[in-house]
């Protein structure tokens, strides 16, 4: 069976930190492309960082680079997303995302939830539960 299990979500003040980790089974996690996704409640879901599979090319999107830090252990299974100065918009579930390719053994999975997204023109699939990461004061 196929899994993806986040975990590391919280309360925190505006400032603070978390790092949150997402362990997979069921698959070759190091032959993946990995993204972090994140969506708050009442909207869709957004990209925070992306990965290849050697962790050589990391990618963010401005509102969160320079704060938010992926990385992963292919070794554990493990990927990783550090956050520092958080923000009360980075409020949200996270969940962990593996990139599509052909005969995904994840892509009935997350099309039966509605849970894909592009990322530079690519889908990725995410259907944890997800960690809620709640920043406020």
């Known amino acids: 069976e196929v899994q993806l299990v986040e975990s590391g979500g919280g309360s925190v003040h505006p400032g603070g930190s978390l790092m949150l980790s997402c362990a997979a089974s069921g698959f070759t996690f190091g032959n993946y492309d990995m993204a972090w996704v994140r969506q708050a409640p009442g909207e869709g879901p957004e990209w925070v960082a992306v990965?290849?599979?050697?962790?050589?090319?990391?990618y963010y999107p401005d509102s969160v680079k320079g704060r938010f830090f992926i990385s992963r252990d292919n070794a554990k299974n493990t990927l990783y997303l550090q956050m520092r100065w958080l923000k009360p918009e980075d409020t949200a579930v996270y969940y962990c995302?593996?990139?599509?390719?052909?005969?995904?053994?994840?892509?009935?999975?997350?099309?039966?939830?509605?849970?894909?997204?592009?990322?530079?023109?690519?889908?990725?699939?995410?259907w944890g539960q997800g960690t809620m990461v709640t920043v406020s004061s």
């Open positions: 995302a593996t990139r599509r390719y052909a005969s995904s053994p994840f892509e009935s999975i997350a099309r039966a939830l509605g849970r894909t997204i592009q990322i530079f023109g690519s889908d990725y699939d995410y």
């Open positions: 990965t290849n599979t050697a962790c050589r090319s990391k």
